[in-house]
């Protein structure tokens, strides 16, 4: 008796081969950066905090050249730079080069990551993780966490070379008179699409967050004080001129900005006094009469 059944071999397209494809990883978690997923694609990835490394880990406790990891034939191999916090496996320091396995921790300083093969989909399910971590669940623009851990990196950096370092805080003038009058649906709507028009006016490169209720901040690396006037200027002046239409009512808003600058030198010595002086420009926009942008040469 003959069988006519026909069997056919899946063979799967390139595309799917590259999307299911186990690549070596390294997963942040412990640390600023919580869920945040590195690809080793590199024969030899040197991690440290200084800029010109492969990966780059902008925490104190992390030397500038802190370890390597290496790939062989047979596995990849971590190894210790003569870093001043030392590297673990597994929590057993690093005296010589150790071979990696799967879910092995690997702590740098006070950091942690774990080694994982992990193909596009694993990647893409951390990325969501981390997203739900860093971004804002209303206006979907990054919070506050974020942009916190965002601006101790950036501060950092800016302190070794000097490229400038700009900060603008925003707030809604009388935003509580829109919730009591319209109530709080009324108000998130107009949090939400203000965000959205604020976004479209950022530098792809630009950190833009909800700050807080109705506070939001921006963070410009390498942007003169002028620029940084400019944008919040731009957002002023479109807040101000757009009309937000909720449930067949149209309301108008406006906002208050402070704006400060710093080059690196010794005038900030935490990124808390960057942010306290910024409010500080802030505060007096609303003094002032709101509706306004405040800085250092405003201020003088």
Excluded at 62 to 75: E, F, P, T
Excluded at 115 to 142: C, P, W
Aim: glycine content about 6%; some cysteine; proline content about 2%.
């Amino acid at each position: 008796m003959s069988d006519n059944t026909e069997y056919r071999k899946l063979i799967p397209d390139a595309e799917e081969e590259v999307r299911t494809a186990k690549r070596p990883c390294l997963i942040m978690i412990k640390g600023d950066f919580i869920g945040q997923v590195y690809e080793l694609t590199n024969d030899v990835t040197m991690i440290g905090r200084s800029d010109e490394l492969d990966l780059v880990v902008s925490d104190i406790s992390i030397s500038r050249k802190h370890a390597m990891i290496v790939a062989r034939v047979d596995g990849y191999y971590l190894s210790d730079l003569n870093s001043t916090n030392g590297s673990f496996l597994n929590r057993e320091p690093v005296l010589s080069a150790v071979k990696l396995a799967e879910g092995d921790k690997v702590q740098l300083g006070n950091v942690v990551f774990k080694f994982s093969f992990q193909d596009e989909d694993d990647t893409e399910y951390h990325l969501m993780l981390r997203n739900m971590a860093v971004k804002d669940g209303l206006t979907r623009i990054y919070n506050k966490r974020y942009f916190s851990e965002s601006l101790d990196k950036e501060f950092e950096y800016n302190r070794r070379n000097e490229v400038g370092l700009a900060i603008i805080l925003l707030d809604i003038d009388y935003f509580k008179q829109i919730n009591d009058t319209w109530g709080h649906p009324a108000g998130d709507f107009i949090l939400k699409h203000m965000a959205q028009l604020i976004e479209e006016k950022a530098r792809g490169y630009d950190v833009f967050a909800r700050y807080g209720g109705e506070e939001f901040a921006f963070m410009l690396r390498g942007a003169p004080l002028p620029a940084a006037v400019q944008l919040a200027e731009r957002v002023r002046t479109t807040i101000e001129q757009q009309v937000f239409v909720y449930d067949g009512v149209e309301l108008k808003i406006t906002i208050s900005a402070g704006v400060v600058w710093w080059g690196g030198d010794d005038a900030y010595a935490s990124p808390d006094e960057l942010i306290e002086a910024c409010d500080r420009f802030l505060y007096k926009a609303k003094e002032r009469g709101r509706n306004q942008v405040v800085h250092q040469a405003t201020t003088e």
